[in-house]
Protein backbone atom coordinates (compact mmCIF):
# COMPACT_ATOMS: atom_id res chain seq x y z
CA UNK A 1 0.00 0.00 0.00
CA UNK A 2 1.19 3.09 -0.90
CA UNK A 3 0.68 7.06 0.81
CA UNK A 4 0.37 9.46 -0.45
CA UNK A 5 0.10 13.24 1.21
CA UNK A 6 -1.55 16.57 -1.33
CA UNK A 7 0.21 19.60 -0.71
CA UNK A 8 -2.06 22.15 -2.16
CA UNK A 9 -3.82 23.10 1.26
CA UNK A 10 -1.83 24.71 3.65
CA UNK A 11 -2.93 22.23 6.31
CA UNK A 12 -2.61 19.60 3.82
CA UNK A 13 1.70 20.93 3.20
CA UNK A 14 1.88 20.86 7.78
CA UNK A 15 0.51 17.28 7.86
CA UNK A 16 2.81 16.21 4.78
CA UNK A 17 6.06 18.01 7.06
CA UNK A 18 4.70 16.14 9.88
CA UNK A 19 4.47 12.71 8.19
CA UNK A 20 8.14 13.54 6.81
CA UNK A 21 9.44 14.04 10.34
CA UNK A 22 8.80 10.24 10.63
CA UNK A 23 10.28 9.55 7.50
CA UNK A 24 14.16 10.30 7.73
CA UNK A 25 16.04 8.51 5.56
CA UNK A 26 12.89 6.38 3.56
CA UNK A 27 13.42 7.06 0.22
CA UNK A 28 9.94 8.72 -1.36
CA UNK A 29 8.72 9.54 -4.94
CA UNK A 30 7.92 13.36 -5.44
CA UNK A 31 5.33 14.61 -7.78
CA UNK A 32 5.46 18.07 -8.81
CA UNK A 33 3.11 20.84 -9.58
CA UNK A 34 4.30 20.40 -13.54
CA UNK A 35 3.91 16.72 -13.08
CA UNK A 36 7.24 15.39 -12.97
CA UNK A 37 7.70 12.89 -10.68
CA UNK A 38 11.49 12.52 -9.22
CA UNK A 39 12.90 10.10 -6.39
CA UNK A 40 14.41 11.66 -3.23
CA UNK A 41 15.08 10.93 0.13
CA UNK A 42 14.31 12.59 3.60
CA UNK A 43 17.40 14.10 5.13
CA UNK A 44 16.10 15.87 7.54
CA UNK A 45 13.16 16.42 10.61
CA UNK A 46 10.80 19.02 9.65
CA UNK A 47 9.48 22.16 11.35
CA UNK A 48 6.98 23.39 9.77
CA UNK A 49 6.23 27.36 10.31
CA UNK A 50 2.83 28.33 10.11
CA UNK A 51 2.61 30.57 6.67
CA UNK A 52 5.88 28.97 5.13
CA UNK A 53 5.55 28.14 1.80
CA UNK A 54 6.16 24.62 0.60
CA UNK A 55 9.19 25.24 -0.59
CA UNK A 56 10.73 25.89 2.58
CA UNK A 57 9.56 22.37 3.62
CA UNK A 58 11.11 20.66 0.79
CA UNK A 59 14.54 21.92 1.62
CA UNK A 60 14.39 18.78 4.12
CA UNK A 61 14.24 16.99 0.57
CA UNK A 62 17.05 15.88 -1.93
CA UNK A 63 17.23 14.25 -5.14
CA UNK A 64 18.85 10.36 -4.89
CA UNK A 65 21.90 12.31 -7.02
CA UNK A 66 22.32 14.58 -4.15
CA UNK A 67 20.84 17.66 -5.74
CA UNK A 68 18.57 19.63 -3.42
CA UNK A 69 15.29 20.31 -4.68
CA UNK A 70 15.24 24.12 -4.38
CA UNK A 71 17.84 24.54 -6.81
CA UNK A 72 17.11 21.96 -9.35
CA UNK A 73 13.30 23.41 -10.46
CA UNK A 74 12.35 26.75 -10.17
CA UNK A 75 8.27 27.85 -10.22
CA UNK A 76 6.44 24.47 -9.35
CA UNK A 77 6.03 23.06 -5.99
CA UNK A 78 5.15 19.59 -4.43
CA UNK A 79 2.24 17.72 -5.32
CA UNK A 80 2.24 14.47 -3.68
CA UNK A 81 5.15 12.87 -1.78
CA UNK A 82 4.85 9.11 -1.88
CA UNK A 83 7.24 6.66 0.15
CA UNK A 84 8.68 4.10 -2.35
CA UNK A 85 11.05 2.04 0.27
CA UNK A 86 8.12 0.41 2.22
CA UNK A 87 4.73 -1.15 2.83
CA UNK A 88 3.56 0.69 5.80
CA UNK A 89 6.30 3.98 6.49
CA UNK A 90 9.33 1.46 7.38
CA UNK A 91 12.22 1.10 5.69
CA UNK A 92 12.42 -2.15 3.37
CA UNK A 93 14.19 -4.89 4.66
CA UNK A 94 17.78 -5.17 6.06
CA UNK A 95 18.93 -7.05 3.09
CA UNK A 96 17.93 -4.73 0.62
CA UNK A 97 18.51 -0.76 1.25
CA UNK A 98 19.79 2.47 -0.82
CA UNK A 99 22.98 2.88 -0.37
CA UNK A 100 25.29 6.48 -1.38
CA UNK A 101 27.67 5.81 -4.04
CA UNK A 102 29.61 7.48 -6.71
CA UNK A 103 26.48 7.09 -8.75
CA UNK A 104 24.18 8.57 -6.21
CA UNK A 105 21.86 6.30 -3.96
CA UNK A 106 21.46 2.89 -5.29
CA UNK A 107 19.01 0.25 -4.09
CA UNK A 108 21.51 -2.73 -3.36
CA UNK A 109 20.34 -5.89 -1.88
CA UNK A 110 22.88 -7.89 0.05
Sequence with gaps: MNYY????THAQRLQTANQLEKWKGIVVDITLSNGTVVKGVVIDEVTPVPGDPIESE???LKYVNGVPYK???QGTHILNV???AGPDMTPPPPTCGWVWTS??????CR
Excluded: M, R, S
Excluded at 103 to 108: A, F, L, N, T, V
Design 103 to 108: YGYQWI
Design 71 to 73: NTI
Design 5 to 8: YNTN
Design 82 to 84: QQT
Design 58 to 60: VTY
